[in-house]
């Protein structure tokens, strides 16, 4: 399974970025998706995560200015980021919990990180 994310970039503070994550290879089915940070210096993070069924669990610090939405049959997750901050700079990583055949166990994946810079 391959975990492809573009989207990162660079924008200025109360600026706008659409992160995207695109999941191909042996997937049955795909438990939850999610986005990570990694601020420099630190231990990458969680963003938001989304589950099959539409739940979604977020960071405190973007609690109302990201949402992520998927797209279940495209095997796709996306992070629109608004309001964006410096403090919100990071590379950021998709993750998926993939079941890749009809037997009941999953594996976790990672992307390759697309880098978001915020300046002020």
């Known amino acids: 399974v391959q975990l492809q994310a573009y989207g990162g970039g660079l924008v200025q503070a109360g600026g706008s970025l659409r992160l995207t994550c695109a999941a191909s290879?042996?997937?049955?089915?795909?438990?939850?998706m999610g986005w990570y940070g990694q601020a420099p210096g630190k231990q990458r993070e969680l963003v938001a995560v989304?589950?099959?069924?539409?739940?979604?669990n977020y960071a405190n610090s973007v609690e109302g200015r990201f949402t992520i939405s998927r797209d279940n049959a495209k095997n796709t997750v996306a992070l629109q980021m608004n309001s964006l901050k410096p403090e919100d700079t990071a590379v950021y990583y998709c993750?998926?919990?993939?079941?890749?055949?009809?037997?009941?166990?999953?594996?976790?994946?990672w992307g390759q990180g697309t880098p978001v810079t915020v300046s002020s």
């Open positions: 993750n998926a919990l993939v079941q890749g055949s009809p037997f009941p166990r999953t594996y976790d994946y």
């Open positions: 989304i589950d099959s069924g539409g739940r979604t």
């Open positions: 290879g042996s997937i049955f089915s795909i438990k939850r």
